[in-house]
């Protein structure tokens, strides 16, 4: 038999032949100086190659640090953080879904919201309410029937009198 | 840190009992494989967290699936086949830069230093080649970088490789040759003596 060539070495070296052929190959190599030499060369290569890809101390260490049999459950947690996830996009669908069909029903409140704007229709009412109770106050006080005005102006003006006067801002005085 | 090493029958009984929902059991073969998962999926992302995480996944995966394990078949190449796939999507993930890992190789001297090793200029020497070869691994193509590492970390036979990464026997033999080569050249590019490459 003559040399193999190096993709059979290698498949033989590696026990990836079919029987019959790694045994042609075998005996062949012991007998060929050239083929034993490209073998223990292979055989070289690969320890090395093993060496420096094994893992090192640290490595080791790092490793056994990590406790992987109580941690390879924590990927659960992820999972089910996942399928949160999912149920807060479908729910996002849902609302839009259900948007779309809602909006032909309320469109003319929502139409007269987006023209005045949501701001204007508040400050409205709330001023409204504020004059109103100043208004209702009023006609209260001025009502003859119950004669408030004298007592209410009698009251107005004890309270000036008393009013506190550091409170009554003052001119300054150059010194 | 001690390996444990499990017998085929021990294997099979801890199977079944994990497929029966007994998380314990599942624990111990994560206990007996996380070293061959750990390594491969570090020796193909090159970064330890990101290893560490992978790692959680695919043995989360597999007890996911342990349903679809052809008790036949040896259970750490099927580990080993969930570990490199994860891997390699979370290397397409990512596309990240390699260069950061591993803390100095001074720290890696004075560790061994510790444990009893004898000369410090020998131990330098022989961590910088074992870096080197190591770096030149990581450089090589993904393909490549797929199939040594899972023959020269992993110890899987052609067999196992060609199954995993769908190709033929003969297919993985030249791309270890073609590896090689690359090796070979790269590291000589890199002013390292290659003896043991062809």
């Known amino acids: ?175 | 840190m001690a390996i444990i090493e499990l017998s085929r029958d021990s294997t099979q009984h801890l199977v079944q009992q994990s497929r029966a929902g007994d998380e314990s059991a599942f624990a111990a073969l994560v206990e007996a494989h996380q070293s061959a998962v750990f390594g491969t999926v570090l020796r193909l992302v090159y970064d330890r967290e990101v290893a560490a995480e992978v790692s959680n996944r695919a043995f989360f995966k597999a007890y996911e699936h342990l349903a679809s394990f052809d008790e036949s078949r040896p259970l750490r190449a099927w580990l080993l086949r969930i570990a490199a796939n994860e891997a390699l999507n979370e290397l397409r993930g990512r596309r990240r830069d390699a260069a950061h890992t591993l803390g100095g190789a001074e720290a890696e001297i004075e560790l061994e230093q510790l444990s009893g090793a004898p000369d410090p200029g020998e131990i330098l020497a022989r961590r910088e080649r074992s870096d080197a070869v190591r770096d030149a691994v990581n450089r090589l193509p993904e393909t490549q970088r797929v199939v040594v590492v899972l023959r020269y970390f992993a110890d899987l036979a052609y067999a196992d490789i060609a199954e995993l990464t769908q190709q033929t026997v003969n297919n993985v033999g030249v791309i270890l040759l073609r590896a090689r080569e690359r090796l070979r050249r790269d590291l000589e590019t890199q002013g390292v003596a290659t003896d043991g490459l062809p």
């Open chain 1, 1 to 175: 038999m003559a040399c193999p060539d190096e993709l059979t070495l290698d498949l033989w070296l590696a026990d990836a032949l079919p029987s019959d052929e790694a045994a042609a190959v075998a005996s062949h190599v012991h007998t060929c100086a050239v083929c034993t030499a490209a073998q223990q060369t292979a055989r070289g290569l690969d320890g090395e190659l093993q060496a420096a890809l094994a893992l090192d101390e640290q490595e080791l260490a790092f490793l056994s640090g990590l406790e992987l049999a109580t941690t390879w459950r924590t990927s659960q947690r992820t999972a089910g953080a996942l399928a949160w996830g999912w149920i807060a996009l479908a729910g996002v669908v849902a609302g839009f879904a259900a948007w779309l069909v809602a909006a032909p029903l309320f469109g003319s409140v929502v139409g007269a919201a987006a023209q005045i704007g949501l701001g204007t229709v508040l400050l409205n009412v709330a001023l409204e309410v504020g004059f109103g109770f100043g208004q209702a106050l009023l006609e209260v006080i001025r009502n003859p029937a119950l004669g408030l005005s004298q007592p209410v102006l009698a009251l107005f003006a004890l309270a000036l009198l008393v009013w506190p006067r550091h409170l009554i801002p003052q001119r300054s005085t150059s010194a």
